[in-house]
């Protein structure tokens, strides 16, 4: 109880934080393969996830395309979301120096990291696509919009300076 | 009277030339076509993003036409405008500081559009009859994009180490 109190407000909100991005680090895995969108036209059935679409699309030489979706969909929000974690559970774990550091990385990882574009991006291809066939929300989709959202809310909640203070108990 | 970033800044000759590629790119990103939709039996149409936009408008989907003219048409162009506008005019920092914030929050939305055509190709595959391809505008555009995002990742470090 003791404990709880020295280390202050700010502490209680990376609490928050480090369970929010373990929480979009959990869903995460399954809003990346299972299927986002499933495809009808004249009984003929396509789905794709989003692991399987950007591999499908550097696999047919979509270097460009593919590997913007890949960075900026995968790896990013995955690295960025890692970090938060480790930074608002365990500053202690790195150094000073590094904290810093990475806290940097991490505000620049946000500006890339491109999760809650994609989501919209879903919406707007399977209006344009709605036209000409049929389709439907794929099981993903829901684990997939949970992360982005649970991956904002932690972006938000994160202080910062709480980590510097843990330096001074 | 304080300096503007291109006064302090005269040797970096990087930012004024990415800049101004990004433009001449943004523009033509605007009309080439970035997706060819082939239907077997109907033939062909190629779409771009200003016909996209127009195009989502007459069929009544007034929001997401929205979406499309705001997050690829006026946001990235506002950007670039800003990013000149803040690289030219003298200001004082923390006005600087504030803008140059705003503009990196709006700037990932721009790529919006790189991701509705990534979607559309690989959920449309020929054996649907059906068939997606991207076009060589998507590249300008998206190109237009990734270069604008780091000029002002450029202007960002040389207005914080100035």
Redesign the interface.
Known sequence: MHGAHIRGRGWGRNRLCAALALAALICYPLGVTLPV?K????G?V?E?SIWA??I??LSQG?W???L??LV??VVIPVLKLAGLFVLASRPRMIGRHHQSRMYRWIEIAG????ID??L??????A???G???E?HAGPGVAAFATCVLLSLLASAVFDPHAIWETRDE | MPKSLQQVNSKAWDVPVMGSLAIVLLIAGWFLPTVKLSKFIFGSDEYSIWQSVTGMWQSGDYILSLIIFFFSMIFPAAKLGVLGWVWLRPMPEDTRDKTLKWVETLGKWSMLDVFVVAVMVVLVKAKALLDAAPMYGIYVFAAAIVLSMIVSWRVNTLAKTE
């Not at chain 1, 500006?111 to 491109?114: C, Q, S």
Request: glycine share 8%; aromatic share 8%.
């Open positions: 969108l495809l009808e036209r004249m003929f396509n794709a679409g950007s499908e699309m979509q460009f395309v593919g913007i979706v900026c969909s500006r890339w990291g491109m574009v994609l919209v991006a879903l919406l707007v291809a209006v344009k696509l036209d000409l066939v389709v």
